[in-house]
């Protein structure tokens, strides 16, 4: 499985050795490193993932592990099946102070949230909210992106009785909070 990394790690740190106790690689010099493979089905998991990291390092560089490398690898593999692979800084992060906390908000609102790349706000691919695949777009605002996120993770759940409460504030933060209304007909409460 290192055959995978390796390169990307020496183009990283050319003449170190590395220490590799999976999920984590350890260099020499004292650089850490988060690598992992997962299985085939997989795979828009761990590139909804990587383009994550990709969009949170470009909107606010060092607030998330840079990415280094993702793909897809299966030569390696007796099954002969690919798999995705996933590499990128660690960063061994633990409970925040009150001041930590704020400055992380603050870095959240004022970067990341406010960050418009060229093609508007949202992914090009599906990512993930836990095990619940988020179909994602591009949108001209961040309400409307954020807004549409929430919506799409508050239609899958069944409908009913059971979600009824659930549905109602989900949709009193999309259009208190987030301040984006879907035009026409509410469609979580069909």
């Not at 560089?61 to 800084?89: M, Q």
């Not at 406010?114 to 777009?137: E, H, I, L, M």
């Not at 001209?140 to 549905?167: F, Q």
Request: hydrophobic content about 35%; overall charge neutral.
């Amino acid at each position: 499985m290192i055959s995978i990394f390796l390169p990307h790690l020496l183009s990283e740190e050319p003449d170190v050795q590395f220490t590799i106790n999976f999920p984590l690689i350890a260099s020499s010099a004292g650089k850490r490193y988060y690598a992992k493979v997962g299985r085939a089905e997989e795979k828009d998991q761990y590139f909804g993932e990587a383009e994550s990291l990709r969009a949170i390092y470009e909107a606010a560089p060092g607030l998330a592990p840079r990415l280094l490398a993702s793909g897809i690898a299966g030569e390696e593999y007796p099954s002969g099946r690919w798999k995705p692979y996933f590499l990128s800084e660690y960063r061994d992060i633990g409970s925040l102070t009150i001041n930590s906390a704020k400055l992380l908000g603050e870095r959240l609102s004022k970067e990341l949230h406010t960050f418009k790349s060229p093609n508007g706000y949202g992914f090009s691919v599906p990512t993930y909210c836990g095990a619940t695949r988020q179909d994602n777009g591009w949108f001209d605002t961040w309400e409307e992106c954020y807004g549409t996120m929430i919506n799409n993770i508050l239609l899958k759940l069944p409908k009913g009785v059971r979600y009824s409460e659930l549905l109602h504030k989900g949709d009193e933060v999309r259009t208190r909070c987030v301040g984006y209304a879907f035009k026409g007909e509410n469609e979580l409460l069909r």
